[in-house]
């Protein structure tokens, strides 16, 4: 893996993002960073930590690699609950902690419809409604939708997820994202929050 100096980082994350077209707030997201952690880097006023280092080495070098090979590592190696799906949403990959919120193995969820895990309500009210608006067709850049979820334990909560399509020889796969959000946050944003793509470039 190459390597990078300090002083290389805010240039080389500057670059990165205005080549691939995204906001300081698209990156942060793909790097679980709020969006000023993303200006500071870029004005050398801060440096990322190693384990972000090692995330953008990974997109940095993916420029050979198609979208779906660096979409892959991003999952893989998401700090949150992350998947690939293909229309129908079959998974394809996952990252260790969404395996772990189902408490099976990721080789066990791989190739599985992921609506055998979040259950058939879910998957109804939710899931599909986000292939419904267009995000395998390429109108949409990105879906963020917040719902109400039932743990194992019979207790509930709230989920955020937000997804993106990725383009890849002529196919279209989607990667989500999730985390878990308070009920005060619930109740401020809307049920769903669709970006186009002039939205999420500068």
């Known amino acids: 893996m190459g390597k990078f100096l300090m002083s290389d980082w805010p240039f080389l994350i500057q670059t990165y993002r205005k080549e691939n077209g995204l906001k300081q707030d698209a990156l942060a997201y793909l790097l679980s960073v709020d969006q000023t952690t993303i200006s500071r880097w870029e004005r050398g006023k801060d440096t990322p930590s190693l384990a972000i280092q090692k995330r953008l080495r990974d997109l940095f070098l993916t420029k050979e690699d198609s979208a779906l090979v660096a979409a892959t590592r991003m999952v893989r190696s998401a700090f949150g609950r992350a998947t690939i799906t293909i ?4 998974i394809i990959e996952l990252s260790d902690s969404y395996a772990e919120r189902f408490q099976a193995s990721r080789n066990d969820m791989k ?6 895990f979040v259950g058939d309500d879910f998957y109804e009210r939710y899931m599909v409604p986000v292939g419904d608006i267009g995000i395998y067709s390429g109108e949409i850049a990105r879906v963020d939708y917040v719902a109400p979820v039932t743990f194992d334990d019979g207790s509930s909560g709230y989920s955020q997820s937000s997804v993106v399509p990725v383009f890849s020889s002529g196919a279209v796969y989607t990667v989500s994202q999730s985390q878990f959000i308070s009920e005060q946050i619930f109740q401020s944003r809307p049920p769903v929050r669709i970006y186009r793509f002039d939205e999420l470039i500068d």
């Open 111 to 116: 190739g599985a419809l992921i609506r055998h």
């Open 87 to 90: 229309p129908g949403t079959k």
